[in-house]
């Protein structure tokens, strides 16, 4: 009987034994087929994850971030161990002791799984086989992906340590609200560093990885506090916290962003604008795209944000000064629903959520409104962040008397004389306060619509092309099209100068004269007769008036004897165009280009004719702060000298490339000063150092310009329709950008002052009738009298005169200017107007395309 018990017995341990060596066979086996083709974990150990690329201006102020995932790289030193534990005690509390995965935390899962007949499924993975399938494997529930995960998860533990594969997990997992990683979150969520969090903050974090929409700190409150409560119960069990800083934590309030307890970090950040927008083009195509936004880089940009601030400030003004002149009002064209308005939480609700620009500023904030009544005369607002008060808010009827409303059809209506004619009840609107000058003290509430007109504006330092303000338009929350560096519109007149500037190279000088008379030219497309903007002619005249007054009939003379060959090359040198087409009319502007590239050809003017390249960016780090590119890449000699002699200071070395001779750069910059002092920018720019500028206007007024400089700064303006069409007869790059111009520049010179031009050596001054380019006695004074730069050893000619090659009518004067093209009668009635001369050679073919 013992035997055979025994043998039974025996019987049972050998199917037992060979039970176990063949699971365990098979279990080997199937870690070796599923092992084999798993992606190689080493990469780990050099983990680089995707990070915000953020902008930085002069003064290191964070101005702009950018990312696909927005993420704070925290090294595992950095972060707190209480954060650290209050990871483990929710995810793993058996972190620090299994070697990758939890047996007894499989064991109780599936036992779970079992008696819950598979609708209690809760995972068992340990922070560490997470790790593993965020980075290395897919997130499907399956017994295959679950096997992986395993089998790298034993491999990292003997590749990094526990504080290693703990800096990955909390880097790497997203916690909602766009926020990956721990440091992200802990400034999305309560606007403080990691290093700064308190016991229930860092439970209330450690609560998100599961869902982090169930556990939302708003709309899920209830749920969140319970869950952070039970991870602050196993961070006391797991001996991390003390029982009074449980109970301290778990009697706390959930307090956060986005219950408004913090004041969210975006806050401090300015509205994105047309500048770091900018940063983010460039960079994106010079680094690539998926770089710029996950390589976590440190940009120092080159804006000044006051100057930037006075940019916006200046074009604003003019755009919207525009738009009301035309009086057509067409609002948003938003509105909300009259059955949102009936409460004010419901109707601040339905304004929030409505898409309109909230980065205006013009004399005062402009805040989103809509229109909750509109009475006899008044209409009442409820206005986006002001207060409800007992009398609500109005707009009274004589603010809304400057317009008239655009009718559906397209037509306009009558003028408006009480604020029902142009506004109803839902329409959202933006006003803003109207102050007192004298105080600032408030005296109503007025309507203000953005500007269908747009522009740009940009300033840049003229030795290093720091672009120092940039401006694309009225708003960038209304429009990102940057039409600074992306419109691509005529220049006209602004092309001016480097027609001169290739005369002035070719032999000619200021004084030399060229005819100011109609011109005829034989087109493929017909009969070309361009005129002066003034429909003047004025005969002989020296090139510096010919730029001063923007004469263009003398302008194409002169393209034509130095051959626009010649010209296109300067533009291309200058940066102006990239293959220029050599057609006359260009000379005059007619070909497109962008602001940007103008106002950095006059940079070279400006800096004594050498070479500068605009920048956005002094710097650019990586995420290990190495820096990847530099702009300025000029040597300084005496920067490694412990010190210096008194009233000396570093000498810099300039490596640039000359593009024109200083002597030229001197002669046209003075005639630009002309252009400021007496012609076409007179009346509009009046700064107290010396500045030069040339004005631009094309034809029917489409696109004006004006682009100028002082000894340090050049800016430059453009406004036009997206869509070009007339801005009207008053419009002129003088009357319209000059005052932009001039208004920046008054902020610009007070930070960086200006001076006298630099006189290059070389030059000998000699005095000229500047009417008639006739020398003049040393001692000559007066109006007329200018003393002019001629280079020494060359003995200018005087006399002689250039037609460019075209005929001049015999009944044109050789000089007077005062000639006209009409003369004024008085009628039988006592009325006056203008006759036009007996028609000649000059009348019939002057008008054109400019």
Not at 258 to 274: C, I, M, S, T, V
Not at 580 to 608: C, D
Not at 800 to 814: C, E, H, S
């Amino acid at each position: 009987m013992t035997r055979v018990i025994f043998s039974f017995f025996g019987a049972i341990f050998s199917w037992v034994t060979l039970a176990a060596f063949f699971g365990a066979i098979t279990i080997g086996a199937i870690f070796w087929m599923y092992g084999r083709d798993l992606p190689g974990h080493e990469s780990l150990a050099q983990y680089t994850p995707p990070t915000i690329s953020r902008i930085y201006s002069g003064e290191g102020r964070i101005i702009d971030e950018f990312a696909q995932e927005r993420r704070l790289f925290a090294p595992a030193d950095e972060i707190p161990d209480l954060v650290k534990a209050a990871f483990v005690s929710a995810e793993d509390k058996n972190f620090y002791t299994h070697q990758g995965y939890d047996t007894r935390g499989i064991a109780a899962a599936a036992i779970d799984a079992v008696r819950s007949r598979g609708e209690d499924l809760r995972g068992a993975s340990t922070i560490t086989q997470q790790v593993m399938k965020n980075f290395l494997l897919s997130g499907d529930r399956s017994v295959e992906r679950k096997i992986k995960e395993l089998i790298l998860a034993s491999r990292i533990e003997d590749t990094l340590d526990k504080e290693q594969i703990l800096e990955l997990y909390l880097n790497e997992i997203f916690l909602g609200q766009n926020s990956y990683g721990v440091a992200a979150a802990a400034q999305t969520y309560f606007n403080k560093p990691l290093a700064d969090l308190n016991v229930e903050e860092a439970a209330y974090l450690a609560v998100l990885p599961k869902a982090p929409s169930t556990y939302h700190p708003v709309r899920r409150k209830e749920r969140a506090v319970s869950r952070r409560n039970f991870v602050l119960r196993e961070m006391y069990e797991n001996g991390y916290i003390t029982q009074p800083q449980y109970d301290a934590a778990k009697a706390a309030p959930l307090m956060s962003v986005q219950n408004g307890d913090y004041e969210g970090f975006k806050k401090a950040l300015p509205p994105r604008d047309y500048f770091t927008d900018e940063i983010r083009r460039q960079l994106s195509r010079d680094f690539g795209e998926d770089e710029f936004f996950t390589g976590g880089m440190s940009v120092r940009a080159t804006v000044d944000p006051d100057l930037q601030v006075e940019a916006a400030d200046s074009l604003r003004r003019a755009l919207e000064t525009y738009d009301r002149g035309t009086g057509i009002w067409r609002g948003t064209r938003k509105t909300i629903d009259a059955d949102k308005l009936v409460d004010e939480a419901t109707w601040r609700e339905a304004l929030s959520e409505v898409a309109i620009a909230r980065d205006i500023h013009v004399e005062n904030k402009w805040h989103p409104a809509v229109v909750l009544e509109v009475g006899q005369n008044e209409a009442r607002l409820g206005i986006e962040g002001v207060p409800e008060d007992d009398d609500g808010h109005w707009v009274p009827a004589k603010d809304v008397q400057w317009a008239r409303k655009r009718l559906p059809d397209g037509k306009l209506a009558k003028q408006a004389r009480v604020a029902g004619d142009l506004v109803d009840v839902g329409d959202v609107v933006h006003v803003r306060k109207m102050t007192a000058d004298s105080d600032g003290s408030f005296i109503r509430w007025t309507l203000r619509q953005v500007p269908e007109v747009q522009g740009g504006f940009m300033a840049m330092d003229v030795n290093t092309g720091r672009v120092l303000a940039m401006q694309g338009g009225f708003s960038y929350q209304n429009s990102v099209f940057n039409r600074a560096t992306q419109a691509r519109r005529q220049p006209g007149s602004s092309f001016k100068p480097f027609v001169y500037a290739a005369a002035l190279d070719s032999g000619y000088t200021p004084a030399t004269i060229v005819v100011d008379a109609p011109i005829e030219v034989n087109t493929p497309q017909g009969l070309w007769t361009p005129r002066n903007s003034s429909n003047k002619f004025y005969g002989p005249t020296p090139l510096r008036t010919g730029i001063e007054q923007s004469r263009n009939l003398m302008t194409i003379r002169l393209a034509q004897e130095v051959g626009m060959d010649t010209i296109a090359n300067y533009a291309e040198d200058f940066g102006v165009y990239d293959n220029m087409n050599r057609f006359l009319s260009n000379s005059l502007g007619a070909e497109e280009t962008t602001l940007f590239k103008m106002v950095a050809a006059y940079a070279m003017f400006a800096n004594g004719g050498e070479r500068v390249v605009p920048t956005l960016v002094d710097r650019v780090q990586d995420r290990f702060g190495r820096t990847i590119f530099r702009h300025d890449q000029r040597e300084c000699e005496d920067c490694r000298l412990a010190s210096l002699e008194p009233g000396m200071a570093p000498r810099i070395k300039s490596n640039r490339e000359r593009v024109m001779d200083p002597i030229t750069a001197y002669q046209l910059t003075s005639m630009m000063e002309g252009v400021v002092d007496r012609g076409t920018a007179r009346s509009s720019v009046n700064l107290s150092v010396p500045v030069a500028g040339k004005t631009g206007t094309t034809n029917d007024a489409k696109d004006v310009w004006f682009v100028g400089f002082t000894s340090n700064i050049v800016a430059g303006c453009y406004i036009g329709y997206d869509n070009p069409r007339a801005m009207g007869k008053g419009a002129s790059g003088g009357g319209m950008c000059g005052p932009v111009f001039n208004r920046f520049m008054e902020k610009a010179t007070q930070r960086f002052g200006g001076g006298e031009f630099i006189v290059p050596e070389g030059c000998e001054f000699l005095k000229i009738d500047r009417f008639t380019g006739a020398r003049l006695p040393a001692d000559a004074e007066g109006e007329y009298v200018v003393s002019e730069c001629f280079r020494e050893g060359e003995e200018p000619v005087f006399g002689i005169t250039f037609d460019g090659g075209f005929a001049m009518g015999a009944d044109l004067p050789m000089f007077d200017v005062r000639q006209s093209a009409a003369k004024e009668v008085t009628t039988a009635t006592g009325k006056k107007v203008k006759l036009a001369p007996k028609a000649t050679f000059g009348t019939l073919s002057s008008g054109g395309l400019y």
